[in-house]
């Protein structure tokens, strides 16, 4: 006995476009029905079991968002898909906030439809429901991740904000692996390490003899992450000229490589993070407001480890067994009771990554498996002064001795990012062309 196709839901007052639409689904083998308004798609929604919509935003007594919502309230494992006039940007967010899986605008473009349709009815397979990495139980940690499951059977952007080492990459994979895109790649980008006069090149791709050096046609990050995830990590640092780009390859999804003279249809979701507070780039007039409401339709935040003391004690043991695979330990190394309670009062402005750093370095230092409270070395620590010789002492001036405090912050600070210098510069509250030059004055390697 064959399976029942898949039922969708076509809500649409014009005759032509539903039916443009009925003959597109049937073809993909689905069966559909068909509504002409707000009241006719809420009657069929109650009688019938359905696994995809389709509604455009202006119907004769109401408008998409109102069915978007009334389906999030009395159908919530239903995906919802927009379609929206030409340009209407703004609509398209709306739907998104409001709930909606995806949009098309008019006119519809068929071959993306129809991998919206596929991503839509690929949200009935079953994810591995692991933790990615997010450990934790305190309540923060718990909501974040159930927000990371409902982002995951949506397609609307998302930009995670959050202080430098709690783990938004992290986050932005989790969305990724539990949505119907997790069989694509997952690609991410950091837009403050790509230089100015290659960012056009690197994100859309070029064609060969585009520029001088351009020797092959190269697929940029966008043609990479084809219907999978684009990551934009850091994404304030972008220049105005690229925000312009960004935008438009957003709003039509579409790119067109340096040196074409046609644009490339695009099926990518886009996530979007950033330490920096994006409304005061906005206020300085160095991020665009257009783009900044495009990318930020969903915002997560990423907690602190000081809001998540109590998870300190979990992602100790979980970094430690790590530790122990990676260096060949045959046990894994155990904190003593000082030890753990320096780490849960200490305030780990570098977060998870400055824990891990700790760790790595208490694993190197300690004698035998047991980890005391002095392998630490925790910043704040006070270590008995070493004596020096006098006439040392005296020779040495003061601009030496602050250079030598200034020289031992910046390589910690180097440490704790993991000699990310972008980040570092964000632990030390300084921007990235102060930290460059420190580092060369102060001839750090």
Known sequence: MSKAPAQALIVDDEADIRELLEITLLRMGLGTRAAGSLREARALLAEHSFELCLTDMRLPDGNGIELVSHIQKKHPGLPVAVITAYGSAQAAVESLKAGAFDFVSKPIDLSQLRKLIDTALSLKRERKADDGGLLGNTPVIDALRALIDRLAR???????????????????????TRSPRADAPFVPVNCGAIPAELMESEFFGHLKGSFTGATRDKAGLFQAAE????????VGDLPLHMQVKLLRALQERAVRPVGGETEVSVNVRVISATHKDLSQLLALGTFRQDLYYRLNVIEVRTPSLRERRDDIPLLTQAILVRLARSNGLATTPTLDAAALARLCEHPFPGNVRELENVLERAVTLSDGSAIEAGDLQLRGDCSPPVAAPAAAASGQDLEGQMEDIERRAIVEALATARYNKTRAAALLGMSFRSLRYRIKKLNIE
Do not use: M, N, W, Y
């Open 154 to 176: 949506s397609q609307a952007p998302v930009h995670i904000t959050g202080e430098s080492g709690t783990g938004k990459e992290l986050v932005a994979r989790l969305i990724h």
């Open 227 to 234: 219907g999978g995830t684009l990551f934009l990590d850091e």
